[in-house]
């Protein structure tokens, strides 16, 4: 399956399939009255990867990379960006950069960095397999996630001195920002490659725990190692060995070293943890890459409508995925509302779409317009995927300074559309979404080609603001307090006593009217029994004051 995807170097990747995405179909332009789509006649996404010699050629390569940007780069809409791309096409012609592989993918970088998009990636074979490991739900490895130690902070510093300098009229250049934003998945001293969680009835499960610090994996060192390298290094293939050294405290405060081996596995991956506190359904979404994620998600949605009070969508750390998992999770929990609106460039064109989707009663809907014709709507419906938080049940959304993407869509949505609140602390502001493109020699590239507002809101470089911000601090952690799942659960319960209470008040007029209504009805009965001629009795003060 084909999708368009979300997606950002993640502060959290999966040892057993990195995170990641496949290829994505180029966008067709629908007639009205839900008639057939027709496909731009354009070069398709699979066409770079196409044609390549069998022996290594880096001017291909690069050609074709140059090629992809071209066509698909929503930045290159614009003639003038245009124009300044095209001095990359022949760059290295006359260099020796492209004759070694090393070389080439040093060039292409330098290409992508051109464009200042801060979320463009071209991946080495390594990086391309990892990460089309990662939308698969059966993986091989040990089960393990893990994070760079600090990210989250690196992440809310560098977002205050960005803001600080534009306020100042000196804003950081497109350049340092990508290269600042991608040095943040280094690890280095100080920032060693933590666990996340080990991933239960995994090969870490009962071994590994949070915390511990990754050092060395089968005697190689991850100093200098970015978070994807790492994990290439842990997964392989089904009943082999690899062999993981860790630091970890002990009771006295000392850091203990040691290596375990472990058997890699196939390991079924679910993003999707549910656990119920206080009779509310706390579901936690790791991302949204999986593949069996849409059902997953359905499933725990259903039974906490079912069972419990309201639920908690924790997306704190999420970094994102397909689109098409998001839209179908929102539709889950959002009776009727624009989902978001999408600004896309018709790939190989200068036309910019504006794609709104909302959901009603009983269907899905997208409405499309372009630039140079906004007064001409094109509409396309389809079936919706079933609601399945029903009435007014709570919902509030958990996010942080780690939720990108994908969840920022959800989040904002939830927002924007009023179904529920939203809780913890700004999200990163990723507020575009990119394309997947394979290339030759196991290469692929994301490319930034649409920006996608939820419910209509900005979002790009803004992020979410939540509606009560909750912060989280490291006294908290190690302690082992959440107070932002507190605030959570706390809303609910706000919600359901103010719900109440609304009921209440409702009851209370209703009775009011039918007995205001029944003492009317009989006086005027009294009155129309009354002799022709007589006197109607005086009203009571009740009903002369009203």
């Known amino acids: 399956m084909k999708k368009k995807?979300?997606?950002?170097?993640?502060?959290?990747?999966?040892?057993?399939?990195?995170?990641?995405?496949?290829?994505?179909?180029?966008?067709?332009?629908?007639?009205s009255g839900g008639g057939a789509a027709h496909q731009l006649l354009m070069p398709g996404p699979g066409r770079y990867a196409a044609g390549a010699p069998e022996k290594f050629d880096g001017k291909f390569l690069y050609h074709r990379t140059w090629e992809a940007f071209r066509d698909f780069h929503k930045e290159l809409a614009d003639p003038a960006n245009m124009a300044k791309f095209a001095e990359w096409e022949h760059k290295f012609d006359t260099t020796d950069d492209l004759k070694t592989e090393e070389g080439t993918d040093r060039a292409i970088k330098m290409m992508r960095d051109s464009l200042g998009q801060r979320f463009d990636y071209y991946l080495t074979p390594e990086g391309t397999k990892s990460e089309q490991q990662q939308v698969k739900s059966d993986l091989v490895g040990i089960g393990v996630q893990v994070s760079v130690k600090g990210i989250d902070e690196q992440r809310k510093a560098f977002g205050e001195e960005f803001k600080a300098r534009k306020k100042a009229k000196n804003p950081m250049p497109k350049e340092e920002i990508v290269r600042r934003l991608?040095?943040?998945?280094q690890i280095s001293p100080g920032h060693e490659m933590v666990v996340v969680t080990p991933v239960e009835g995994s090969p870490?499960?009962?071994?590994?725990?949070?915390?511990?610090?990754?050092?060395e994996v089968d005697g190689v060192s991850l100093e200098g190692k970015t978070l994807n390298d790492a994990t290439n290094l842990i997964r392989?293939?089904?009943?082999?060995?690899?062999?993981?050294?860790?630091?970890?405290?002990?009771e006295q405060g000392e850091t203990v070293k040691n290596t375990y081996t472990f058997t890699r596995k196939p390991i079924e991956r679910h993003a999707v943890h549910v656990k119920v506190v206080d009779n509310k359904a706390v579901i936690k979404v790791d991302d949204f890459m999986a593949e069996n994620l849409p059902e997953d998600f359905a499933k725990a949605v259903a039974k906490a409508d079912e069972k419990n009070i309201g639920i908690v969508v924790d997306l704190r750390n999420n970094p994102g995925g397909a689109l098409s998992s998001v839209l179908d999770?929102?539709?889950?929990?959002?009776n009727r509302g624009e989902l978001m609106l999408q600004i896309e460039r018709v790939p190989g064109t200068n036309v910019i779409l504006y794609n709104e989707t909302h959901v009603q009663n009983g269907?899905?809907?997208?409405?499309?317009?372009?630039?140079?014709?906004?007064d001409r709507p094109r509409t396309q419906a389809g079936e919706r995927p079933p609601?399945?938080?029903?009435?007014?049940?709570?919902?509030?959304?958990?996010?942080?300074?780690?939720?990108a993407s994908a969840s920022e869509i959800f989040a904002g949505a939830i927002q924007a559309n009023k179904r529920g609140k939203v809780v913890g602390t700004p999200s990163i502001g990723k507020g575009v979404g990119q394309v997947v493109l394979q290339l030759p020699y196991g290469r692929s590239a994301h490319i930034t080609t649409f920006e996608f507002l939820p419910g209509g809101m900005k979002s790009d470089w803004i992020g979410v603001i939540p509606d009560i911000e909750v912060p989280i601090t490291p006294e908290d952690i190690k302690a082992g307090r959440d107070p932002q799942l507190d605030a959570a659960l706390k809303q609910i319960d706000e919600e359901i006593a103010e719900s109440a209470k609304r009921a209440e008040r409702a009851k209370q007029t209703l009775e009011e009217h039918h007995k205001r209504f029944d003492k009317s009805l009989k006086q005027q009965r009294e009155m129309d029994a009354l002799p022709i001629g007589a006197e109607p009795p005086d009203a009571d003060d009740e009903e002369c004051e009203e």
């Open 5 to 31: 995807i979300l997606w950002m170097v993640a502060s959290v990747a999966i040892v057993f399939g990195s995170i990641y995405v496949t290829a994505l179909n180029a966008p067709a332009l629908f007639g």
């Open 182 to 185: 991608k040095a943040m998945e």
């Open 204 to 215: 870490a499960f009962n071994i590994l725990k949070k915390d511990d610090i990754i050092s």
């Open 236 to 250: 392989g293939k089904p009943d082999t060995k690899v062999s993981i050294t860790i630091s970890r405290l002990n």
């Open 329 to 334: 999770m929102m539709a889950n929990v959002i």
């Open 363 to 374: 269907f899905m809907m997208t409405v499309q317009r372009t630039a140079a014709n906004p």
């Open 387 to 403: 609601l399945l938080l029903k009435g007014n049940k709570p919902i509030v959304v958990l996010i942080n300074g780690g939720s």
